[in-house]
């Protein structure tokens, strides 16, 4: 098992920036994805932002260029630095992770951007 646990959302201006983390414990050493996904009201979940095992990322085309992932697995950590935030960006914000058996998921963390 490994539990996920975000922290770093919150009410952000249009331009401005929000850093968002996730800490996993457990079973740790059979993670090999580690990302992020968004929901908005009324949508489906999407991905966001994937960094593999062997160091590749996969972004969804919407933020790309205003988000970076990175992850350290030495302190079992994944982050999702988000620049130029805009109104379409407002999600709840999902930590995920995947090794050869399953999928784990956050609670989640509220993201919001308005003036």
């Known amino acids: 098992q490994v539990q996920l646990v975000e922290s770093g959302g919150g009410l952000v201006q249009p331009g401005g920036s929000l850093r968002l983390s996730c800490a996993a414990s457990g079973s740790t050493f059979r993670i090999r994805n580690m990302g992020w996904y968004r929901q908005a009201p009324g949508k489906q979940r999407e991905l966001v932002a994937l960094?593999?095992?062997?160091?590749?990322?996969n972004y969804a085309d919407s933020v790309k260029g205003r988000f970076t992932i990175s992850r350290d697995d030495a302190k079992d950590t994944v982050s999702l630095q988000m620049n130029s935030l805009n109104s379409e960006d407002t999600a709840v914000y999902y930590c995920?992770?995947?090794?050869?058996?399953?999928?784990?998921w956050g609670q989640g963390t509220q993201v919001t951007v308005s003036s």
């Open positions: 995920n992770a995947a090794d050869q058996f399953r999928t784990y």
């Open positions: 960094s593999f095992l062997d160091g590749s990322t």
